[in-house]
């Protein structure tokens, strides 16, 4: 068994033996971070935003091993994992280890941890979520976030083109009426890969996977497309298609 050693305590969400929708490509294992300072009002993971359930980083270090035969990487979700520092590089440093493959999928208001994780090569893929255009952020999300994402956004990038991180995605979750903020976003993340997420709520009705391919047909760039009904699609509209033969 690997020891941490340290006595490093997980504020536990939950754990999915086997996912294949977590990280595109791969199977992998996900664990749930309890916690999140966000109240996303569209959050699928209400359940595990607050409250402790508390248990020894060893024992969630097993249960990824567990899973390693079925797997090749590890999913850190939530809540917010990057609220527990700790916790998050034990287990990202453990499965290193084992030689399991580390994702991320994070809101990206703590960019230190991120930083750290980074330089110390134990992330090899991160999904960050942007939740609006930045003039809306703070007021959305009703924190001072803003410029801790922009830091996360831009180290990501930065990452992936110095090579310390193989893999980076940016996930807009898209809500019926706030359509025309994607064009916005998009020009502030550059030539990352991003993916277009349906937004679910009880309030308003959901965009289809149509719905959400005409708004990528605005961008002049290949989206995945993730909705309920279709899993993710790669999506390239002929005005992407003309854009990438133009570069
Ligand atoms: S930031 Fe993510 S985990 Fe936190 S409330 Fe929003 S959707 Fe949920």
Do not use: H
């Not at 979700?77 to 998050?88: F, I, K, Y």
């Not at 359509?179 to 709520?201: K, N, P, Y």
């Amino acid at each position: 068994m690997i020891r941490n050693g340290d006595d490093i305590r997980l504020n536990f969400g939950g754990f999915i033996p086997l996912s294949t929708v977590d990280w595109r490509g791969r199977s992998v294992c996900t664990v749930f971070f309890r916690g999140c300072p966000v109240r996303c009002t569209y959050c699928q993971n209400a359940a595990i935003l607050s409250g402790e359930n508390y248990r020894d980083t060893d024992d969630i270090i097993e249960l990824i091993k567990s899973s390693k035969l079925a797997v090749s990487g590890v999913v850190f979700s939530g809540g917010e994992p990057t609220l527990q520092r700790d916790a998050l590089i034990a287990l990202a440093r453990a499965s290193k280890k084992c030689g399991i493959c580390t994702g991320i999928q994070t809101n990206g208001i703590f960019p230190d941890v991120l930083a750290t994780l980074i330089k110390s090569r134990l992330l090899d893929r991160v999904a960050l979520d942007i939740k609006a255009r930045w003039a809306r952020y703070n007021n959305l999300l009703g924190g001072n976030y803003v410029e801790n994402v922009q830091r996360s956004l831009a180290l990501c990038t930065e990452a992936v083109r110095t090579g310390a991180l193989s893999e980076f995605q940016v996930v807009i979750t898209l809500f019926r009426g706030y359509d025309d903020e994607v064009a916005s976003i998009v020009q502030e993340i550059g030539d990352v890969d991003l993916v277009l997420q349906q937004g679910v709520t009880e309030s308003v009705l959901p965009l289809s996977e149509e719905e959400l391919k005409t708004i990528a047909d605005k961008l002049a760039r290949r989206v995945f497309i993730r909705t309920r009904e279709g899993g993710e699609v790669i999506y390239e509209s002929d005005r992407s298609r003309r854009a990438s033969r133009k570069r």
